[in-house]
């Protein structure tokens, strides 16, 4: 019997499909105070309500001077502004005030000469360097103009970009809410790290793994307890957490072993919106609904846990909450050939160099398996070789995702 949903589908049918239900899932906005900003996805566009600066100021501690070139004998000099209340000075014909960084521009003010240049002899103000017209003096507007749009609603907050909007004067932004996660490893074989391995366990190492790639997205992830294959146990677990998540996301059970329970239990309960996707590692990814949630099915072997998720999950996260902003991706040069035997899209773990001209190049690892959790960590980038087998030599011009979050 044909299967009633997408599978073995390829990598952009897989992405079209994500972003299609994220748009149609998209998480509501709320007001958050700029402290909170980093990495949240604006939710309004973000239009400049006054001028940066706001009014004409000097760049430089020194003196303000009205009369160029310097008047015989200098300026002379008749009050002072300092950064702070605008004391209203206005400055005649050679004259000049003393001014400190920031400080209001005096009316009339033309240039400012810096203190390092000044020779000041009693009221008498000279400089060996004659300022030329509007040295060292920052006009209103003159970084942005009010009215001006600065940010788009999907744009993400940087700390420039908060910094920016403190200078415009806003306290607080509307971002879109981020999805509540709730992780679940699966497996009999898992024990956490910290315990005894008896034979045939292993350590759970994709919840290290996946807990902290979410965290590095800034989100909050709950992790569940690690659940036996059985397949009672699963579905109520995962129906409990889809009740209170935006999203559950599982690793394992999701190829077609045994006791791989997802893909059928996602079919009974909830719905299927692809299962299977022609990439490497990561085929069996799986994608659904269970209850109000979306449900994230990841593949056991921690590589593919990595790839999967930074470039699918990665992508229903951004698409939950409206970001338009692309990821950082680098075009490298491969630094060695790669012989490709299938005809999937395949993401090879890679570490990046730069030559002494500037050109970047990547070094495939060899150890492709998705299990070879120590190659992953070794490497820097995950490497996109495109569908279709064959051979790519070196010198052939690849994305590269990084892959090493919090390193850099
Ligand atoms: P599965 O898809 O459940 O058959 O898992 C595929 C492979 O990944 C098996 O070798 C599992 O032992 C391994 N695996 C599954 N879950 C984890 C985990 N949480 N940590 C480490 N390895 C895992
Ligand atoms: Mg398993």
Known sequence: MRPDFPTRISFDEAAGIIDRVAASRRLSSERIPLQRGLGRVLAEDLVAPIALPNFDNSAMDGFAVRGLPMPDGGWQLV????????RGLALAPGQGSRITTGASLPAGAEAIVIKENARLDGDRLTTDRAPSANDHIRRA???VQPGTQLLSAGDVLTPARLGLAAALGLAELAVARRPTVAVFTTGDELKPPGQALAPGEIHDSNRALLQTLLLAEGLEPVAW???PDEPARITAMLEDAAFSF????????VSAGEKDHLPALLQARGETHFWKVRMKPGMPLLFGRLGEARLLGLPGNPVSVLATFLTLGRRLIDGLQGRKEPRTHWRARLAQPVHKRHDRREFMRGR???DAGGQ???VPDAATGSHRLAAAAGNDVLLVLPEGAGEFDAGTVVDCLP???GRG
């Open 79 to 86: 009050g002072e502004q300092f950064a702070g209340a605008d």
């Open 141 to 143: 507007g003159e970084d």
């Open 225 to 227: 307890p690690i659940l």
């Open 246 to 253: 935006d999203l559950v996301i599982t690793c394992g059970g």
């Open 352 to 354: 990046l160099q730069v």
């Open 360 to 362: 970047l190049h990547v």
């Open 403 to 405: 892959c090493a979050a």
